[in-house]
């Protein structure tokens, strides 16, 4: 049989439904908390997201349907290929058989519009006008930008962080060529942004305040019709994330793999993660020997050195408590260069997940993220995001593993976006000037320390 | 029947054969001509390509092979998807249906890619060890450095343009990740290089100065082992691009369309205008009735305003003569965005084309092009490269002609590649700081008149 490339679904083919893990967890999920310790009631959430979102996020049904003019956005890039590394295979020796899920192919260049389509229009569904959201290295803001040019009526409003606002001119330009805003946070247009900016004029902004200023503008329209719109850690957007992996199942079969041998993606918040972990995972609930894991940074190693606490999603506290795997919200990243993987929590569902045993983690250094991803990129020719990076240098280690073992095993992985706006890591990494950083080991202890009044998850 | 947005080929529908127009034109090809006006002979390009691509270059064979190996390096990202615009013909109102090539799928982003792997691989086969060439805005160093990366064992050398490079640093970096090596030209490592940097060290470089080098550095390497590129103008790279309008048959063909009414490409060396209309001009030879348009900038009207004479391809005379549509090889065209359109020539077919009445020219102002552009990436979500929106913009003039005549045309246009590091022209534009230029017909004169002891063309 002639080698194939490529594997295609037609989009007929696409799936109908996500797929909602909560139901099948082996322990129930733990509720988010107010600052009171009690859990938050959807009405409560009612002025940040729409009800109809609201009511996804705490939905127990297991198969959620995909509305037809969703789908239809979708179709623009999506069912995305699944694509046979034989190049880099073939590079490494490795008797491992290697597939790509190739979500690059996206307008803004990864899966972030695979949940922003949906959730602009959810909102406009339920009478929207406006979206603000915040964006660190830009994949987010873009995606929702795309997303709102594509749903018409809804506007969109971006706070990105100012050090990126300024080193990433394109991001921006990117944005406002879809008809988004975007200003750079702190800003004048909210009162949190004046106050920091009145105290600290230098500031180089943070997500934090950036997620501050963007809920602000939100609950504070007195119309009603603003909303906030978050791209990761939300149930609601781990499941629209799920088309991923129902399709690359339907698209092993079609190469005859039932299931593989090892899923791997890589976790910041945890949504490409999920995404294409979660199908598979249902899988391994109901039987099938698979091996699943994420990909995280070294020195930002929230599944593998967090703890499983009640904790808050930002700094400010402005979020409810969530059970998660957390290295303290007052833990600050190393500037490593995959901003999107720079978060000290971790998505509650994918925390469960590691919880309950149903996946393993590994934390990897930037410099061999690098050097993987320019392996991938001289091999399978695409340039990988430096998010992505680290789950193509966990599919390395297992390949050679596998290799090491004589197995011929089935691997999959989520190639999660492009890189071609973010070039600057690769410049640095093959010009030396690329550093790895330790695990910020008492910085991690002094951070989980001051979550002692914390309620306990179950 | 579902609307469907996406037609594929499976690869084992991909073209064995590229398409060579040479044999089929009206008039027989007028040969390049030495400075000396007598015609060139394949041995006198000997230094400069290899034999199995200078065969090419002067084929009389209508059908030729693609070789195997060259077909598993373009399954990374082909067949390319056909896509039906949709949302664009609901955006103008118009009858027509708008089919679109999407070559912005592959890895460097455009069309060129199609031509880079074939000549990487015959130099190659040819035992060449070193490639050289010259970049203005980068998509052809790229497309270059990535297929020598994908052929392995061939180093590539890239003579980019001095303002570019200061310009478009990501560019460079591109090609550094693939594993090619980027100067500024004019760089100290040629005599020409080092010539114009002592008399004018201030110069921005000229696409003239940097093939220059390029081709010093290719002759001047006495182990015979380095070669010189082009990604445009040659026969040889019209032919490799027409796998782009082979394709699009197929695809048009699954959806119940023997050919488009109209068929459309932008206009800059020619190479991604002949990739789609070629094939349908074979068509067209043979008895069909398809209107081929190609859509040129204003300011640099080469095939609306230029005339068929012979000229040089460059400003200091290193090239043939060769016949085609031209404005004077001393011609400087302003500096539109659309970097890949700024050309003084024209393909001698894609000239021989328009010569014989097989096609017609459009020339339109930068600012109709970003905002057809603007309108695209709203409506279909990808970002056109400054250069495919000139294709947009004379497709979005069609389709309100189409509404005006009550037709329901088809028109199928090349969408060469993806503006996402482009996106300076889009700000400029939305900002109301792009400026358009006018006919520059005193210049136009001046320079044409230059070439009056030229020999004629028949």
Redesign the interface.
């Known amino acids: 049989m002639?080698?194939?490339?490529?594997i295609?679904l037609e989009?007929?083919e696409m799936p109908k439904q996500w797929y909602n893990i909560a139901p099948d967890l082996p322990s129930p999920l733990n509720p988010p908390l107010g600052l009171d310790g009690k859990p938050i009631s959807p009405e409560m959430l009612a002025p940040v997201f729409p009800m109809n979102l609201i009511e996804q996020e705490v939905s127990q049904e297991r198969w959620i349907d995909i509305p037809e003019e969703i789908r239809?956005i979708l179709?623009?890039?999506r069912p995305s290929p699944l694509i046979r590394a034989y190049?880099l295979e073939e590079a490494l020796g490795t008797p491992a058989k290697i597939y790509y899920k190739n979500e690059s192919?996206s307008?803004a260049?990864s899966h972030k519009p695979n949940t922003a389509v949906p959730q602009a229009w959810y909102n406009k569904q339920f009478g929207i006008k406006k979206l603000t959201t915040e964006t660190g290295a830009g994949q987010w803001g873009s995606a929702l930008a795309?997303a709102c040019?594509?749903i018409g009526g809804i506007e969109c409003k971006v706070y990105m962080v100012r050090c990126s606002f300024d080193q990433k001119p394109?991001r921006k330009?990117?944005m406002?060529?879809?008809?988004a805003k975007c200003v750079s946070s702190p800003s004048m247009d909210t009162q949190s942004g004046r106050d920091i900016l009145a105290q600290y004029p230098d500031t180089s902004g943070s997500l934090a305040i950036a997620i501050s200023e963007a809920i602000e503008e939100a609950v504070s329209d007195t119309t009603g019709k603003t909303r906030y719109s978050l791209g990761s850690v939300l149930n609601h957007v781990m499941l629209h994330q799920t088309i991923i992996g129902l399709e690359a199942k339907k698209q092993l079969a079609k190469v005859g793999v039932k299931n593989p041998d090892i899923v791997i993606g890589c976790c910041g918040g945890g949504s490409n993660f999920a995404g294409i972990a979660f199908p598979f995972m249902y899988e391994k609930l109901h039987g099938a020997n698979i091996q699943i894991i994420g990909a995280e940074p070294f020195s930002c190693p929230t599944l593998t050195k967090g703890s499983f606490v009640y904790d808050n999603g930002d700094v400010a506290r402005m979020t409810p408590m969530m059970a998660m795997y957390s290295l303290g919200h007052n833990f600050v990243p190393a500037p490593i260069h995959a901003g999107g993987l720079r978060y000290h929590g971790m998505s509650p569902l994918v925390s469960a997940s590691l919880h309950d045993g149903l996946m393993e983690a590994q934390a990897i250094h930037q410099s061999e993220c690098f050097e993987a991803g320019?392996l991938f990129?001289?091999t399978?020719?695409?340039?990988p995001a430096p998010e992505t990076t680290h789950a193509i240098a966990a599919t390395i280690r297992e390949a050679k593993k596998a290799k090491e073992e004589g197995k011929e095993k089935v691997i999959l992985f989520n190639f999660s976006g492009h890189g071609?706006?973010d070039?600057?890591g690769?410049?640095k990494y093959?010009t030396g000037q690329l550093s790895d950083y330790e695990y910020p080991e008492h910085e991690i202890e002094a951070n989980l320390a001051k979550l002692k009044g914390y309620p306990m998850p179950k």
């Open positions: 002639a080698r194939q490339k490529k295609f989009e007929s239809q179709f623009q890039w190049e192919v307008p260049g795309f040019a594509q394109f330009m990117l406002n060529t879809y008809g320019l990129s001289k399978e020719g695409i340039i071609l706006m070039l600057v690769y410049e093959m």
